[in-house]
Nanobody, 116 residues
């Protein structure tokens, strides 16, 4: 069985501040597919933020490129999202997603609030 991911690290931060989100997940989600971060901002649908492949290649949404960094620590079965230069429009619920076969595994999300 694959355990659902669990996110942590959200909170309240001022504009320009930083947060690091963590996602612990089953090792079966780290390979062979990508793992990613998504977010749902107020009034919008869930959107892609960042992804890292099993080979370690990262990709980002244009809105976060240059400010966010996705990484992972396989030994700890943990996915990270380092978020710098945060803006009020980054406010939302951040989700971790893994894929195994035809199934997607989502965490419950962690709230990030950026005050102006």
């Amino acid at each position: 069985q694959v355990q659902l991911p669990v996110e942590s690290g959200g909170g309240l931060v001022q504009t320009g501040g930083s947060l690091r989100l963590s996602c612990t997940a089953s090792d079966r989600l780290f390979t062979p597919n990508s793992m990613g971060w998504y977010r749902q901002t107020p009034g919008n649908q869930r959107e892609f933020v960042a992804r890292i492949t099993s080979g370690g290649s990262a990709s980002y949404a244009d809105a976060v490129k240059g400010r966010f960094t996705i990484s992972r620590e396989l030994r700890k079965m943990t996915l990270y999202l380092q978020m710098n230069s945060l803006k009020p429009e980054d406010t939302g619920i951040y989700y971790c997603k893994g894929v195994r076969g035809n199934n997607e595994y989502w965490g419950p999300g962690t709230q990030v609030t950026v005050s102006s």
